[in-house]
């Protein structure tokens, strides 16, 4: 297995959105048209706050002209691991573990039969940024993994894997539907 990048965030959750369309994401920062609505920027609506209202552990929101993903219910390290054929891969939640080697140790031995099916996303762009939901993007950041997938509809499957008491890794996975 290839190294992980991890990433984390200051708290809120990871949104994983178009390329093209992130530059649209302000994070914590009003929008112009919020602030028109609100006569303070504390109490302007932003994408941040927006995001912090999706309830689970993954959920969509639509947006004007686009949609954006997000993970997480709690500011875990987060990494991406693609399928080799591009139809797919594994988002990585380290709730706890003790330390990088056992976690890229435990991710060679993920049990198939413990996925739970949760939705399905379709994905309408091949090259997508994962960030913190707080921050505006920023492609020279640390802090950003790039998901390339082929676009198309993908069943979302989530694992509580805990393969043993000191390990606990909360994977989504992204899996590219068959057309029947």
């Known amino acids: ?29 009003p929008s112009e048209d919020s602030m028109l609505k609100s006569s303070s920027p504390v109490t302007a609506d932003t994408h941040y706050k927006q995001a912090c209202n999706v309830k ?3 959920g969509i929101l639509e947006f004007e002209n686009y949609s954006a993903m997000f993970i997480g219910d709690e500011p875990a390290l987060t990494a991406w691991i693609p399928f080799d054929n591009g139809l797919g891969g594994t988002i990585v939640r380290w709730i706890y573990a003790e330390n990088n080697e056992e976690v890229e140790r435990y991710l060679e031995k993920i ?54 008491e000191n390990t606990h890794l909360r994977l989504h996975r992204f899996r590219m539907k068959k057309e029947k």
Do not use: R
């Not at 994962?130 to 997938?149: G, K, Q, R």
């Open 1 to 29: 297995m290839i190294p992980l990048k991890w990433i984390s965030s200051t708290g809120g959750p990871f949104v994983i959105m178009g390329k093209e369309k992130s530059k649209q994401w302000k994070g914590d920062s």
């Open 111 to 164: 049990p198939e039969s413990n996925w739970t099916v949760d939705g399905i996303v379709q994905i309408t762009s091949e090259v997508m940024y994962m960030f913190d939901s707080v921050e505006a993007v920023d492609e020279t950041s640390e802090d950003l993994i790039i998901i390339s997938l082929k676009t198309g509809s993908y069943e979302i499957l989530t694992q509580e894997y805990k393969p043993d």
């Open 56 to 58: 689970g552990l993954w």
